[in-house]
């Protein structure tokens, strides 16, 4: 009997005996106080295509499906499982507001499918206006005004096939103060002038002149892979900076180890800004299938947004490593090669920043100075990289 066969049996009959498995409890029936959302999809006010703890439903609410079976079960009885299917939708997911909050912490319980390849955008934390819940939404190729939104999703990313499936944990942001492409590089792919006057409509005019913004990759060394068949818990913080400051932070966790931490974020301009939005995305587009493969599945369980660490079950600590948090550490990953540093969408190496010519990546993860000639060879690598990994701009009815 594989392992595979050997735990769904073992699930099976612990499920049938009531046998407790780990993090049987279920924690949204005794919630934190400092929990602002929770939802072990055991509510009866969930059901199949309509989450009634959510907000929204996504594009294709028929995708969402409570399942019962035992070894896609993470605790309790039921789980969300979220399908795309090539060529017909792009997966789908639900979106939760919250009550506003300088520093949040989302965590939750993921399960990817055997047979599961990549997928384009994951689960992404948002802030957006209180008198427009849709203003970082459909926000692709714009930087962020500082007074209308900012966003970070923790994401698998492929590196272009050269990590095995699902990819590598990392950050997918967007920051005030992110790297982007200017309009001559832009150009060559794009039509920055079209770009710039739809996100001038949303609040985020090209004010330095024409550019294309793709989420900043923010991606710790070694990279941390999940496994795909079996639960991994993931617990993500994001902390706004201060009025006038560029010290924020974030950083995430994979079963309760922490995998990298990054400071010196500026996401707004605006304090009243706060992060108060989850999107469960499961977002997959026709090219991250591999060939023959039709559908792509994943499953989440156990999902809590809360201002405090929150760790991975019942009785666990909290994650370690949440001096991370405000008024603790700041430094970044240790750096990759080459600098170790993110470009525009995430090229470079472990760091996670993306270059401002002449501020890179230091050493050891923090930020340094380079010498000019360094910079425009770093620069000069990194155009490459954004061009070949940029991410496409969704169709208008995306609301992402």
Request: charged share 15%; glycine share 14%.
């Amino acid at each position: 009997m594989s392992f595979r066969s050997a735990a769904r049996t073992f699930a099976f009959v612990a499920a049938l005996l009531g046998v407790p498995r780990f993090g049987a409890a279920q924690e949204c029936a005794t919630p934190a106080p400092e929990w602002l959302f929770c939802d072990d999809f055991e509510s009866p006010a969930d059901t199949d295509g309509n989450l009634g703890l959510w907000d929204d439903q996504g594009l294709t609410p028929s995708n969402l499906v409570l399942t019962t079976d035992p070894i896609r079960v993470h605790a309790g009885t039921r789980a969300l499982e979220i399908t795309a299917h090539m060529g017909l939708d792009t997966g789908g997911g639900p979106a939760k507001w919250f009550a506003g909050t300088d520093t949040v912490y989302a965590r939750f319980w993921v399960q990817f499918d055997e047979d599961y390849n990549y997928d384009h955008h994951f689960v992404t934390l948002l802030a957006t206006r209180t008198d427009d819940m849709w203003s970082a939404f459909g926000m692709a190729g714009c930087r962020p005004g500082g007074d209308n939104f900012y966003t970070t999703g923790i994401e698998p990313w492929s590196n272009w096939g050269a990590i095995a499936p699902p990819g590598a944990w990392n950050f997918y942001t967007y920051s005030v103060d992110m790297g982007c492409d200017p309009g001559a590089t832009c150009a060559n792919y794009a039509d920055p002038t079209q770009i710039c006057s739809d996100c001038a409509a949303r609040g985020s005019p090209c004010s330095a002149g024409p550019e294309c913004c793709w989420g900043n990759s923010y991606a710790p060394a070694p990279p941390p892979l999940p496994a795909l068949g079996e639960w991994t818990c993931i617990e993500a913080m994001a902390s706004a900076n201060a009025a006038g400051a560029d010290d924020g932070l974030q950083a995430f966790w994979v079963d309760g180890t922490m995998a990298g931490s990054w400071g010196d974020i500026t996401w707004r301009t605006d304090p009243a800004l706060q992060w108060n939005a989850l999107a469960l995305w499961h977002y997959v587009t026709d090219d991250n299938y591999r060939p023959g493969q039709t559908q792509q599945t994943v499953w989440f369980d156990d999902v809590i947004v809360s201002s405090a660490p929150i760790g991975c079950g019942p009785g666990s600590p909290p994650p370690p490593g949440t001096d991370a948090g405000p008024g603790g550490t700041t430094d970044a990953a240790p750096a990759g090669d080459a600098g170790g540093t993110g470009g525009a969408d995430g090229g470079g190496g472990g760091g996670g920043r993306g270059c401002r010519c002449a501020v890179v990546a230091g050493a050891a993860g923090g930020r340094g100075e380079a010498p000019a000639a360094a910079c425009l060879v770093l620069l000069a690598g990194l155009s490459v990289l954004r061009r070949i990994r940029r991410r496409g701009r969704p169709a208008a009815s995306d609301r992402r």
